[in-house]
């Protein structure tokens, strides 16, 4: 297998981004280039739903490599995120040893070999013996605990992980790494020192359409500017949760479904759900303010018309 080659320049990111259905702006594309150049992870720090993960997916796919992907979660530890020893087959093999099954000493020398290593995400992002450097994506960091960013250090700026027992396993080819955050914590310097930073907001207008019609294959273009318009007023009103990118597409693939070719309040109302994911946020919605939201997108589509 081999991967393909880097993008040449930003213009060069941003068309091969596109060519993969991923809008991306000049600054995302520079970040992209920077990162892929500089051989420096990129930490992406927005809110959900606006395109961090998906990042990494197109990045593997436009430059074939293969996708590791670490999910953080509360709890995470070393063993979860880079490696533990198979202590069941280790006692097995001592327990042949000990009844003359085996040879002590050349186990002895095995006991805490590549045999009875078990790599997670992080090793196997770095394994010497890879061919192709894959895409590690570190998604969520802000959901582990906040020690769990000690691990991580080693591995952003020397692209290896020292084993006590084992050794130090040290990349033959960095990894391309793609670091999220949802900032519902903030992360430590330490790990953003080490990386390039870039925080991925919801975009305007233009984009969000450029991106629904790419994402929604067969999206009418009058459905489509009204779905963008409605959830760009829906941001500016203070919400639990304000609707990203993943639930503009998703809505807009779900009016489809039932073929609605444009907005109104009783479509709204009954798809809600799909746009907003907190009971709060709903019940503000429904009645009349959905209703003022659609008007002032009809008033401002007759303007412009």
């Not at 436009?62 to 070393?78: A, K, S, T």
């Not at 001592?94 to 995400?121: H, P, T, V, Y």
């Not at 503000?284 to 002032?296: H, V």
């Amino acid at each position: 297998m081999t991967a393909a080659a880097l993008p040449k320049d930003i213009a060069q990111v941003q068309s091969e981004l596109l060519a993969h259905d991923y809008v991306a702006d000049r600054q995302l594309a520079t970040a992209v280039f920077l990162a892929l150049r500089l051989q420096r992870p990129l930490f992406l720090e927005g809110e959900p739903g606006t395109g961090k993960t998906e990042i990494a997916r197109v990045l593997s796919a436009m430059l074939e490599r293969p996708l590791i992907r670490l999910q953080c979660y509360e709890g995470l530890d070393l063993a979860g995120a880079a490696y533990e020893w198979n202590y069941g087959r280790q006692m097995m093999e001592i327990r042949l040893a000990e009844g003359g099954a085996a040879d002590r000493g050349k186990l002895a020398d095995q006991l805490f070999s590549d045999k009875f290593l078990i790599q997670r995400a992080l090793l196997q992002a770095i394994d010497p013996k890879r061919e192709v450097p894959p895409v590690l994506l570190i998604d969520e960091l802000d959901r582990a605990d906040e020690p769990f960013e000690a691990f991580l250090l080693e591995v952003l700026s020397d692209f290896q992980i020292t084993i006590p027992e084992y050794g130090t396993v040290k990349a033959k080819t960095p990894p391309i790494v793609v670091l999220t955050s949802n900032r519902t914590r903030e992360i430590h310097d330490a790990v953003k020192r080490r990386c390039l930073y870039h925080w991925v907001g919801f975009p305007d207008a233009q984009r969000e359409y450029d991106i629904v019609l790419r994402r929604v294959p067969g999206v009418p273009q009058a459905l489509a500017q009204q779905v963008v318009a409605f959830v760009q007023k829906l941001r500016a009103i203070e919400l639990y949760k304000l609707p990203g990118i993943a639930e503009t597409i998703e809505w807009a693939r779900a009016l489809m479904e039932l073929d609605a070719l444009v907005l109104d309040p009783a479509v709204i109302q009954d798809t809600l759900g799909v746009l907003l994911k907190y009971q709060d946020d709903i019940a503000r919605m429904q009645g009349g303010e959905a209703a003022r939201l659609l008007e002032e997108v009809r008033s401002a589509a007759r303007v412009v018309s």
